[in-house]
């Protein structure tokens, strides 16, 4: 668990970079906005779990295989504003909205990794 929650909580550090340059480019000439695609890093993480788990289970019956690190991936499915007369396409309240669900998410997942550690010290001094 502590692995993907780490994968999840890099996305999102990432993704905040990229959508706090999108506002700091707010009156920047012909800037298009970039993001990262939410969907495809959710299917990249959820094919290392799958990964993961089927490590495991060779391991378990004695087959090992390389494991595979999945990386962020960059899409330019960005949802696209109204193009103003100066070529810019970034909405500011389009981006407000986008940066505020990524802080949320990345809270949650920050929250969950903390409860993890925890479960794990309870663990850990009980066995002491």
Same mark, same amino acid.
């Given at each position: 668990?502590?692995?993907?929650?780490?994968?999840?909580?890099?996305?999102? %550090?990432?993704?905040?970079?990229?959508?706090?340059?999108? *506002?700091?480019?707010? !009156?920047? #000439? @012909?800037?298009?906005?970039?993001?990262?695609?939410?969907?495809?890093?959710?299917?990249?993480?959820?094919?290392?779990?799958?990964?993961?788990?089927?490590?495991?289970?060779?391991?378990?019956?004695?087959?090992?295989?390389?494991?595979?690190?999945?990386? %962020?991936?960059?899409?330019?499915?960005?949802?696209?504003? *109204?193009?103003?007369? !100066?070529? #810019? @396409?970034?909405?500011?309240?389009?981006?407000?909205?986008?940066?505020?669900?990524?802080?949320?998410?990345?809270?949650?997942?920050?929250?969950?990794?903390?409860?993890?550690?925890?479960?794990?010290?309870?663990?850990?001094?009980?066995?002491?």
């Amino acid at each position: 668990m502590i692995p993907a929650l780490e994968k999840v909580v890099n996305f999102r %550090l990432a993704r905040h970079q990229v959508l706090a340059a999108n *506002i700091a480019n707010l !009156d920047t #000439r @012909d800037y298009e906005v970039c993001d990262f695609s939410v969907k495809t890093f959710q299917r990249h993480l959820q094919e290392a779990i799958v990964a993961r788990h089927q490590q495991r289970q060779e391991a378990m019956s004695g087959v090992v295989t390389d494991g595979q690190d999945d990386a %962020l991936y960059c899409s330019e499915e960005s949802k696209k504003q *109204i193009l103003l007369y !100066d070529g #810019r @396409d970034v909405g500011l309240e389009q981006q407000i909205t986008e940066i505020t669900k990524n802080q949320m998410m990345y809270n949650i997942a920050v929250t969950i990794m903390n409860n993890q550690f925890e479960l794990l010290e309870a663990v850990i001094s009980e066995r002491v």
